[in-house]
């Protein structure tokens, strides 16, 4: 009986646990991105090689191409721009229980951008 207890006991310590996110958690789900200062935000659903963005009402489909576990680069399905032809380059710096810090670059560019993704939810749908 004793042992019956200890391992309730553990299995309820266990459960209080807040799980951190892995590296490989990053690569599919919805996310919010809030960029340095807060005055940006976009909501983000990707699988592992599509990403579908949006900012306020303007939405945006990117190819997503992860280098390896920290580093990913988004390039737009339909540029319109020449900028939109250049690859975003984004660094994962930091992950904690529910978001990643980041910052990020467009290819060939100094304009550094730092911001952080919330993960609010697991995404098991295609993107198309």
């Not at 935000?41 to 090689?49: F, I, L």
């Not at 399905?77 to 020449?82: A, C, R």
Request: contains cysteine; charged residues 30%; hydrophobic residues 30%.
């Amino acid at each position: 009986m004793k042992y019956f207890y200890l391992l309730f006991l553990l299995f309820l310590i266990s459960c209080n646990k807040p799980s951190n996110l892995t590296p490989k958690e990053l690569r599919n789900g919805t996310f919010k991105t809030i960029l340095e200062k807060g005055k940006y935000e976009s909501v983000a659903t990707r699988n592992d090689s599509m990403q579908i963005e949006t900012y306020q009402t303007k939405k945006d489909t990117f190819y997503i191409t992860w280098k390896n576990n920290f580093e990913y680069s988004l390039l737009k399905k339909n540029p319109k721009t020449d900028l939109d032809k250049k690859k975003f380059i984004v660094k994962i710096t930091g992950i904690s229980e529910n978001s990643y810090t980041f910052s990020a670059h467009f290819k060939g560019s100094n304009y550094k951008q730092k911001g952080k993704a919330l993960k609010l939810k697991s995404s098991t749908c295609k993107l198309r």
